[in-house]
């Protein structure tokens, strides 16, 4: 018991010099903000609100606890960030789903051959691994007669299903 909670000040001493290291690096009147992807610059105050609201609900108005470790703060904001992730693909994807009757000229083509492609337009369950994480969603797909290829409008290749 001692000797894990010794290991463990070692851990937390090893990360506040790191980190006191990591800012003495820093130059003198260095923005210390991120820079945010043009995307996020509308929405970052709501992020700030969402953070905070997070914060409030999950661990109360004074914030962490005395003695929760480090690493249980960060197994939660990663499961909060896993969690957001897959929510905001799944609704950014399924939206845009369930306009595919109204999809633009290019995407009504075979993206094998350019020809007609006829809609299948019963949605089927997509499940797409991402670099943000696993993409769920419904998406009615497409069929072209020439290339004998089904896919989804969304896809840039044809024929992923069958292949
Ligand atoms: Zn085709």
Same mark, same amino acid.
């Given at each position: ?15 506040? $010099? !790191? ?11 260095? &923005?210390r903000k991120k820079k945010v992807p043009a995307a996020v610059e509308p ?5 700030e609100g969402v953070a905070k609201n997070l914060v409030d609900r999950i ?11 480090? $690493? ?6 990663? &499961? ?14 399924? =939206? ?6 109204? =999809? ?9 051959c350019a020809g007609p492609v006829e809609d299948r337009p019963d949605p089927?369950? =997509?499940?797409?691994? $991402? ?29 992923? =299903? !069958?292949?």
């Amino acid at each position: 018991m001692k000797a894990m909670w010794f290991g463990m000040i070692v851990d937390e001493l090893a990360l506040f $010099t !790191s980190n006191i290291g990591r800012n003495l690096l820093k130059e003198p009147g260095m &923005a210390r903000k991120k820079k945010v992807p043009a995307a996020v610059e509308p929405v970052q105050a709501y992020i700030e609100g969402v953070a905070k609201n997070l914060v409030d609900r999950i661990y109360g108005p004074e914030g962490l606890p005395w003695g929760t470790k480090l $690493t249980e703060l960060e197994d939660v904001v990663i &499961a909060v960030r896993d969690a957001l992730s897959e929510k905001m693909l799944a609704q950014a994807l399924e =939206r845009q789903a369930q306009t595919a009757e109204q =999809r633009p000229e290019p995407f009504q083509k075979c993206s094998g051959c350019a020809g007609p492609v006829e809609d299948r337009p019963d949605p089927e369950p =997509r499940n797409v691994q $991402t670099r943000a994480g696993e993409a769920e969603w419904d998406e009615p797909h497409c069929y072209c007669r020439k290339c004998r290829q089904a896919f989804f409008p969304s896809e840039q290749e044809p024929g992923h =299903r !069958s292949r």
